[in-house]
């Protein structure tokens, strides 16, 4: 194995957690509806899992989307905020209710090159997922559009260039931290080459180690010297490693590549396991192991809560048996609170509050809309 290094400071914040809570705090879920359902709740108060993940089928309007954030933020255990994410990219990935800001895609935002436009449109975006009560945004997309006919990704990247895709896409990462939004970039290594779409299939990017290198890792490599709190893996399988194995589940990639070779020290995301890219490979239980095993911290799960219980189950059983597992789940789960507590979720305490900002804010986007977006 790898050698991890030395664990990041914050040990004494799981020290105190039994086994079942240690591992609960990497699994970051979906559900179905409008309101939290009565199990997660359960699951959120005993502490067995890090976050919760909203998709537009959570958040039909703004008071009912800052309440639920209320609402999941305000069962978590004090001392272990748990993360409220959410895909807002722009463009055709957006999840929040009409009222919040809705920015183009990256590619359209990023059109003049200009990276003080694509941080002044994620601090407006931060702003108001700060004030519904979200901590995360799954963004921005680092995959460099290297096929822009057939890419799956492709306006979701901001360029085709690897160095102009990593400056802009950057520029989005520090408009979003500096506004107390967690970034997290993606698709680590690279999706931007991609064909096929990894919700169903498993995509393969038969590319040699130097043209990753020259190509998809650029922007990877600069978010880490940026220090970018979070990354997510990417479903795909690379040529360039030798294996059939996605990134996600694939140790070369997350642990030797990323951890050691890049220095990543941040938290790094799976992908969705109920993605068909992986689900249909193997279970749940043995993708969650495996994905911890390969270098991953969180785990998303995002739609069902049969397979977090599921999964969470085998991360326990796999701690038990095995001591190198247990240290491995400890670690992430350090990593894990170390940025929960870092970003906390910071709804706006009222609901006139929230529309003050919000209001107050469109001027601020039709202006950004109307003199710099469009």
């Known amino acids: 194995m790898t050698s991890l290094g030395p664990p990041p400071p914050g040990l004494e914040l799981v020290t105190h957690l039994a086994l079942p809570q240690l ?23 005993a502490g067995l ?16 989307t800052w309440r639920l954030c209320r609402a999941i933020a305000s069962a978590a255990p004090t001392e272990m ?9 722009g463009g055709r990935v957006s999840r929040m209710p009409a009222g919040v800001v ?16 694509c941080y002044r449109a994620a601090a407006l975006l931060a702003r108001q997922l700060s004030a ?12 460099v559009d290297a096929s822009h006919d057939g890419s799956i990704i492709g306006d979701r990247s901001f360029s085709g260039d690897p160095h102009c895709a990593a400056q802009l896409a950057l520029a ?14 993606k698709h680590f290594p690279g999706h931007g080459g991609t064909e096929l779409d990894s919700h169903y299939v498993l995509p393969r990017l038969d590319v040699s180690r130097s043209v990753l290198d020259a190509r998809e890792l650029v922007p990877f490599r600069e978010a880490v010297a940026a220090k970018i709190p979070a ?15 996605p990134a996600t589940l694939n140790p070369q990639i997350c642990r030797q590549l990323l951890r050691s070779e890049m220095g990543f020290a941040g938290v790094l995301f799976s992908d969705d396991l109920e993605m068909g890219a992986v689900n249909d490979r193997d279970g749940i239980e043995q993708n969650a192991v495996a994905s911890i095993r390969a270098g991953c911290d969180g785990l ?4 069902q809560q049969d397979l977090a219980d599921r999964a969470l189950e085998a991360l326990v059983s796999a701690a038990e048996q095995e001591p190198e597992f247990s240290v491995l789940v400890e670690r992430s789960a350090i990593r894990m609170l170390g940025m929960r507590r870092r970003f906390p979720p910071r709804p706006a305490l009222s609901l006139t509050d929230l529309q003050q900002i919000l209001g107050r804010d469109q001027n601020l986007a039709k202006a950004l809309a109307d003199t710099e977006i469009d």
């Open 23 to 45: 591992c609960g705090q990497l699994l970051y879920v979906g559900f179905q509806g409008e309101t939290l359902p009565d199990p997660l709740i359960q699951a959120i108060e």
């Open 49 to 64: 899992r890090g976050g919760v993940v909203l998709f537009s089928r959570n958040c039909p309007g703004l008071e009912q």
């Open 81 to 89: 905020p748990l993360l409220i994410a959410v895909d807002e990219e």
């Open 102 to 117: 809705k920015l183009p895609s990256m590619r359209r935002l990023g059109s003049t090159g200009d990276p003080a436009r």
């Open 132 to 143: 519904m009560g979200i901590s995360c945004d799954f963004a921005p997309v680092l995959d």
């Open 172 to 185: 989005f990462a520090r408009g979003l931290e500096d506004h107390g939004i967690a970034p997290c970039g």
């Open 231 to 245: 990354l997510m893996t990417a479903h795909v399988a690379y040529r360039a490693f030798v294996s059939e194995l």
């Open 300 to 303: 998303l799960i995002c739609s």
